[in-house]
């Protein structure tokens, strides 16, 4: 991690004001996934065409979410099914800037990810006040319905196009919490390229000279995969497989 810190402190800064005009809250999502022991050659191949996100002195950002679902895993199912118009919902906690919001994020049937958010003093274990209010708004869903399923945590490097409006969040240190049990993938990249609408990306272009293929489980999918055994899987078998040839070397099921 030192090494990635060193090549992360060498690219040019933004900070969270700078960003705010690209913050993609309506947007089109491409997933990859690779081993963290690429990642140093691969910052080094993206310093010309990126900026880096630079929060009070610190290039790498701890998240921390907790998820909500209902008792059925409802959420899980219909993204499981390919179902557009589909929501996840959470609270996160941004560790460095110390902020915490309650985050809904929307499918759209057009491939687009539309996510809104309201501020909130603490990370809570139900929905109410503001963040029901805000789930009322913008999702069928009631808040009593839906109850805390796991935490996820994971650090994060931001970058920024230097050209277009773009952002790239590249995810490392990856681990699961549910009832005092933990999953940890810290071998495991989750990069995620982040655009107003597809185009030309220099990340992309990069991922196909590496011959890394789009696609991916969510964070919050591959979550319930860990810790509910039983739970249908087969549609997510291509992207799982991907995942489980870099953690482990083999195709096994998750």
């Given at each position: 991690?030192?090494?990635?810190?060193?090549?992360?402190?060498?690219?040019?800064?933004?900070?969270l004001?700078?960003?705010?005009?690209?913050?993609?809250?309506?947007?089109?999502d491409?997933?990859?996934v690779?081993p963290?022991?690429?990642?140093?050659?691969?910052?080094?191949?993206?310093r010309?065409?990126?900026?880096?996100?630079?929060?009070?002195?610190q290039?790498i950002?701890?998240?921390?979410?907790?998820?909500?679902?209902?008792?059925?895993l409802?959420?899980y199912?219909?993204?499981?099914?390919?179902?557009?118009?589909?929501?996840k919902?959470?609270?996160?906690k941004?560790v460095?800037?110390?902020?915490?919001?309650?985050?809904?994020?929307?499918?759209?049937?057009?491939?687009?990810?539309?996510?809104?958010?309201?501020?909130?003093?603490?990370?809570?274990?139900?929905?109410?006040?503001?963040?029901?209010?805000?789930?009322?708004?913008?999702?069928?869903?009631?808040?009593?319905?839906?109850?805390?399923?796991?935490?996820?945590?994971y650090?994060?490097?931001?970058?920024?196009?230097?050209?277009?409006?773009?952002?790239?969040?590249?995810?490392?240190?990856?681990?699961?919490?549910k009832?005092?049990?933990?999953?940890?993938?810290?071998?495991?990249?989750?990069?995620?390229?982040?655009?107003?609408?597809?185009?030309?990306?220099?990340f992309?272009?990069?991922?196909?000279?590496?011959?890394?293929?789009?696609?991916s489980?969510?964070?919050?999918?591959?979550?319930?995969?860990?810790?509910?055994?039983?739970?249908?899987?087969?549609?997510?078998?291509?992207?799982?497989?991907?995942?489980?040839?870099?953690?482990?070397?083999?195709?096994?099921?998750?």
């Open positions: 991690m030192e090494n990635i810190r060193s090549i992360l402190n060498s690219f040019s800064p933004i900070t004001d700078e960003m705010d005009g690209i913050k993609l809250m309506n947007r089109t491409t997933k990859y690779f963290q022991q690429q990642l140093p050659q691969l910052l080094e191949e993206l010309d065409d990126y900026k880096i996100l630079d929060v009070n002195g290039r950002s701890r998240y921390e979410s907790l998820y909500f679902d209902t008792e059925n409802d959420l199912h219909r993204h499981h099914r390919g179902k557009t118009n589909r929501h919902v959470r609270y996160r941004y460095e800037s110390d902020l915490n919001f309650f985050e809904i994020k929307f499918k759209s049937n057009k491939g687009r990810t539309i996510k809104s958010r309201v501020k909130q003093e603490e990370i809570l274990h139900d929905i109410r006040d503001k963040a029901e209010q805000l789930l009322h708004k913008k999702t069928p869903l009631q808040s009593s319905d839906l109850k805390p399923m796991f935490w996820v945590h650090s994060r490097i931001t970058l920024v196009n230097k050209h277009a409006p773009e952002r790239v969040t590249v995810d490392t240190d990856l681990y699961y919490e009832d005092g049990a933990t999953r940890h993938m810290n071998d495991l990249v989750i990069a995620e390229v982040k655009q107003d609408r597809a185009g030309r990306s220099p992309a272009k990069l991922m196909k000279k590496e011959h890394i293929r789009s696609g489980v969510s964070k919050y999918c591959f979550g319930v995969l860990s810790f509910f055994k039983d739970i249908k899987q087969n549609n997510f078998k291509y992207n799982l497989r991907n995942i489980n040839k870099v953690l482990y070397g083999t195709s096994a099921s998750a």
